[in-house]
């Protein structure tokens, strides 16, 4: 299978981001992505399968930021082009074990970047760093009703070492509608070569972000049409990587995070096309030092969609309702929670692999606002009014 992708993007910036000119259009940033993939795959034996990929990523960004002072312009570029390959093997063993286990490679063979002003260079930087990760995991079934999925992975990277996380989930299904799943895993982030580097200044000591998940997931199927889910879920992120706007002006491993609650979904289709799906999401999220809750973090969200077909079945119209609950600024101040409404007319194959869409979204044009970050001036920022969106979609 050969894959590939081109996307370019060129956008004003008009919220004053980094303590430039408001609404002034220089603000700007050019960025474009560009990837090849080939995978190819083969039965090994009568119960294995390999599969390899191979692949080509390309970045490339440009921004610029205009301040106050007379051709003080702030422009930065960065280059990202990595190149890599990957290889997977799954088999069954003995009919109770499905074993997967494989590799990545990835080479950064340019991660550039530059940052100039009217002063001159700010930053300068080339590099090429490279990195590798193995995993393995196996699936063992104990019983009809219970499974236990276990697997480790293992990364390397140049500048931090090796970091290895486990997952592991046990699924028990008491009855053939009912299945009960526990769940638990380990993950990193690695910093990014801009966190590394930002304003020109090196932070050597910047440690990769990690987070422990647990969760208890209670999954019902009600006849052959609807799905009742509840799910409990506990976070524990530390070394959160921040920007520290006092101080050092730099990328900083700030916070440790607690973030736990409850997710409730019910999902039910009916013949012709009807349709209807609804969550809600309750959470808390705190800083684990200070027990203070984080900015721009919603303790309600709730979403509900229904589909309804029209006149004939490649038509359908899609109605979706949205709440956000209240969140806090940087500065401690509070934005009311806010419903939007959207909606979709959907014509699926209404020619020979062609679909068509048309969608308005906040379709009551509600005004509302959500935090800025701490780059911005505004400690709110309005977000768009009505829009409307049109897309079209050719198979052949």
Known sequence: RFEGAYASRDKVIPTAPYFTNFNDPDNRTEDQRAFLSMTYSRPVGQKGNVTGRAYYDRYDYRGDYDYTAPGNLYTEEAWAYTRGAEVQFNTRIADRHTLVAGGEYRDHYRADFYAEDDTGVISDLTESPSDWSIFVQDEFALSKKVSINLGVRHDVYPDFGGSTNPRLAVIVSPTQRTFLKLLYGQAFRAPSIYELHYSGFANPVLEPERIRSAEAVL???????????????????????????????????????????????????????????????????????????????????ARAQVVVPLFTPKLSLGTELAYNDERLTLAGDELGGFVLWNLTLLGRNIAPGLDL????????????????????????????????????TWRF
Do not use: M
């Not at 012709?272 to 705190?286: E, H, I, N, V």
């Not at 959500?370 to 897309?391: E, F, K, T």
């Open 219 to 301: 999954e019902h199927y009600i006849g052959r049409s609807a799905r009742v889910t509840a799910a409990l879920f506990s976070n524990q992120i530390r070394d959160l990587i921040s920007i520290d706007t006092v101080g050092s002006g730099v990328f900083e491993n700030f916070d440790d995070v607690t973030s736990e609650g409850i997710e409730l979904e019910f999902e039910r289709d009916w013949a012709r096309g009807f349709g209807l799906k609804t969550g809600c999401a309750l959470q808390k999220t705190k800083d684990r030092a200070s027990d203070l809750e984080l900015s721009n973090s919603p303790e309600i969200l």
């Open 357 to 392: 869409s048309a969608s308005v979204y906040n379709l009551f044009d509600k005004e509302y606002a959500s935090p800025g970050s701490a780059g911005h001036v505004q400690d709110s920022i309005v977000q768009d009014g009505r829009r409307y969106g049109l897309r079209v």
